[in-house]
């Protein structure tokens, strides 16, 4: 009896688990769009369009999310009445409030910075709410996962921070678009400054998070020192979150290496640095040299986060607050004005990214998402921060001027902790788009 | 060689850290027969003593400069701390500079009235119930207390710094004969030292105090202990009062190490459990010996040498070294017969 009993539990649940994969594989966004009689996923009616924003609201990136999400808050209200801070310096005027006839609206996801999370948020801000593009996130994990969802969904994926190769190279996708940089152009921007300040022939450790970025950023290193003759001592792999870097740390001293990359973002970057700092590394005479530390991803809130540790040391950055252009003052003044303290870069690209969606629909006159990709492909623009950018159609990845930066030796500001030394003209970091693999493959309309 | 003894040297103050959580935690078991999940949590709160205290000190007040601007370009309001008029500019500084030790202070009493509040308020009704239940609701205590930390001082960690006169590196390998390139942070030996005091003392006055008498025979035997008619609740909370107190000191003193978040007591809060159960449930002993020796081998996993032999042994040679330790010693190393075993 008990096993009639079993059994038929288990057929209930074998049947019960069979629909469930038959619902969850049903091309449900597809029977819903042209439901819509639109032709396209979630296609608005009446008077307001929404958009979905995607960000860490808890977890290691909470802080970053928070700028995100303010930036994003200031954009809508920007776009919504037609000017303000960046829209009035930027080159595009077709913004005149709203968009095609529109008011915008959003709702809010939390990524936890995971990449399960934030796909979960993703398809809830799409299925529940109606978001028509989404955007947002600060790890390149969660970017990956999510443009993926979007591509299947049939909406417009607007990348937040996300910094590794392969969210515009191999993993590209059609309905994805990436305004920051990354990893490529980071060793392009930082390799020449890297060998003005410490010459050639270095012998080079790298500690490395162990995960996409991480790979991503340790290779463009190597490949952008390699020609100074800096050879690789190890590539270490760490595990994201690792805390204490000790263990990691002391075999540098003993290992001839002369030059630390800390291939590290956020709260690992903070810990690396600190140890390696306190380990006396900054410091130390190897090889007749100063050892020198490099951090290739610098962001304002973690150079924050490891206080006096980032005096002095290299690394590079999406934009900064003190860029004396008229777009990134008008930024800095809106942004500061209303929250009382500077924009990170995350709030940047964020905003950037937007106001470049809502400008590509209004040019597009349409929120159909192949429209809206192509009125946003090849897309050259000015006034957003960055000099002059272009929005390269051929892989969705922005190409404009990349900084260098230093920490700061005198900050006059708990703000004024990182320096920016050298603009690098985009001319030099752009490369072909074969050079990262990939196949945007065709838009998807849901 | 120098690598080797470095990483014995990391080992070492890691594993004064695990052996200080791993201390209380255990504490806690033998005494009350309580498994709490919220003792990393106690060690975080600990941490958010430095952090606080330096807050503290630097309470402001804003004076308009007359010279400076801000990132805005308007008149910088600068922020002088009322500390520096109370005591003078000097005297300011130098207490700002000491703020991590003197945090022990502020931890001992805040973890005190953390540690008889949880147990009085909470704890206490769970002393007869399912270790399973103890540990959901310890659990819960411990993400409760981490999501407030995070609410009130953010997600990023908060960098504190140690001392100027102990900030730098020793020169470790000139005491020992060892190379130039054996140096390490001063503050880290401090560490060590201050985790080896505080684990002699508490061992001390459960040695030699009347009251660690009671709590040693508490741990042989509650039941007895109760019908000799001593008052054994009060005694718990002493106890309990005790641990966090140990976890928070620790906590406190490791900032400079690694600059606290929200989440470190997770962080450490897995691996004090593993050194607890490889030293041996309710065994003090057991506890310092395996978390000394879970901290040293999980250095040594790391060394490249060892990596390029077993990739990714750093990672799992913890709960490896568990496994092995419970196969041939199931109560661990020093563990007694009848702990968590009816």
């Not at chain 1, 970053?64 to 000017?83: K, P, T």
């Not at chain 2, 996993?301 to 092995?324: C, D, E, F, K, T």
Request: proline share 4%.
């Amino acid at each position: 009896m008990s096993e009639h009993k079993d059994l038929t539990r288990r057929r209930v649940i074998k049947s019960g688990a069979a629909a469930a994969a038959a619902a969850g594989a049903t091309p449900y966004f597809f029977t819903r769009a042209f439901a819509d009689g639109h032709g396209y996923m979630n296609a608005p009616k009446g008077d307001t369009v929404t958009f979905g924003f995607n960000v860490p609201q808890t977890g290691a990136y909470a802080d970053e999310g928070a700028d995100e999400l303010r930036a994003y808050e200031m954009a809508v209200e920007h776009i919504n009445a037609g000017g303000g801070g960046m829209l009035d310096t930027f080159s595009s005027k077709e913004l005149k409030g709203g968009i095609n006839g529109k008011k915008v609206k959003f709702v809010t996801g939390d990524t936890q910075t995971k990449s399960d999370a934030a796909r979960a948020s993703a398809k809830r801000m799409i299925e529940n709410d109606g978001a028509i593009m989404i955007t947002g996130g600060s790890s390149s994990g969660v970017a990956i996962a999510v443009q993926g969802l979007c591509q299947e969904a049939g909406v417009i994926f607007m990348s937040g921070l996300t910094h590794s190769n392969d969210t515009t190279g191999k993993d590209k996708r059609a309905n994805g678009f990436r305004h920051f940089f990354n990893t490529e152009m980071t060793g392009a921007a930082l390799g020449p400054v890297l060998q003005n300040n410490y010459g050639n022939d270095r012998k080079v450790y790298h500690l490395t998070a162990d995960y996409t970025w991480g790979y991503s950023q340790e290779g463009s290193m190597i490949k952008y020192t390699k020609p100074y003759n800096w050879e690789t001592v190890a590539t270490v792999k760490t595990p994201v979150g690792a805390g204490d870097f000790s263990q990691f740390i002391t075999p540098i001293l003993s290992s001839g290496a002369d030059t630390l990359v800390l291939n590290h973002y956020g709260k690992d970057m903070v810990n690396s640095l600190t140890q390696a700092v306190q380990f006396g590394l900054a410091g130390k005479q190897v090889n007749g040299k100063d050892f020198t530390i490099v951090v290739p991803l610098y962001s304002r809130l973690m150079a924050q986060g490891a206080g006096d540790n980032v005096k002095g040391i290299f690394g590079s950055t999406n934009w900064h607050w003190s860029l004396q252009d008229e777009g990134s003052k008008a930024f800095v003044k809106a942004f500061g004005e209303k929250y009382g303290f500077p924009p990170s870069q995350a709030a940047h690209t964020t905003y950037c990214q937007a106001i470049l969606y809502a400008d590509a629909a209004q040019r597009a006159g349409t929120f159909k998402p192949s429209e809206v990709g192509k009125a946003l492909e090849d897309f050259e623009f000015d006034g957003l921060g960055n000099g002059k950018v272009l929005y390269r159609g051929s892989d969705h990845q922005c190409f404009k001027d990349v900084l260098v930066v230093k920490g700061k030796e005198n900050p006059t500001s708990k703000f004024d902790v990182l320096e920016v030394v050298e603009v690098t003209p985009r001319a030099k970091v752009e490369y072909p788009v074969e050079l990262l693999g990939g196949e945007l493959g065709p838009y998807n309309n849901g | 060689m120098d690598a080797i003894f470095l990483q014995f040297l990391n080992g070492l103050d890691k594993g004064g850290a695990y052996a200080l959580i791993a201390l209380g935690l255990t504490l806690v078991f033998g005494t009350l027969g309580v498994v709490n999940f919220a003792h990393g949590a106690l060690f975080m709160m600990g941490a958010f003593c430095a952090v606080t205290l330096q807050r503290l000190l630097n309470i402001s007040y804003e004076r308009v400069s007359e010279t400076e601007t801000d990132f805005l370009g308007k008149p910088l309001k600068e922020q002088v701390p009322y500390l520096q008029d109370i005591v003078g500019t000097d005297t300011a500084a130098w207490i700002g500079d000491y703020s991590v030790p003197l945090s022990i202070f502020l931890a001992i009493i805040v973890m005190g009235i953390v540690g008889v509040i949880m147990e009085r308020g909470l704890i206490k009704h769970f002393y007869k119930r399912p270790h399973a239940d103890q540990i959901l609701v310890t659990f819960g205590l411990a993400i409760v207390v981490g999501e407030l930390i995070r609410h009130y001082y953010g997600a990023n960690p908060i960098p504190q710094s140690a001392p100027n006169s102990v900030s730098g590196s020793a020169n470790v390998g000139e005491w020992f004969g060892l190379g130039p390139n054996v140096i390490y942070p001063w503050w880290r030996l401090v560490y060590f030292a201050f985790s080896a005091t505080v684990i002699f003392g508490v061992f001390a006055f459960l040695q030699f105090t009347t009251f660690g008498m009671v709590v040693r025979a508490g741990m042989q035997d509650r039941e007895m202990v109760g019908l000799l008619g001593i008052n054994i609740e009060r005694k718990f909370t002493i106890v309990f009062a005790l641990a966090a107190i140990v976890a928070g000191v620790a906590g406190a003193m490791y900032t400079p190490i690694l600059p606290p978040d929200y989440n470190m007591g997770m962080d450490f809060l897995v691996l004090s459990f593993v050194v607890v159960v490889v030293g041996g449930m309710g065994s003090l002993g057991g506890a310092v010996l395996a978390g000394f020796l879970l901290g040293i081998l999980q250095s040594f996993a790391s060394m490249q040498a060892v990596q390029n032999l077993i990739p990714g042994i750093s990672q799992i040679i913890v709960y490896l070294i568990a496994v092995i330790v419970l196969l041939t010693l199931p109560r661990g190393l020093l563990g007694r017969k009848g702990v968590m075993e009816d």
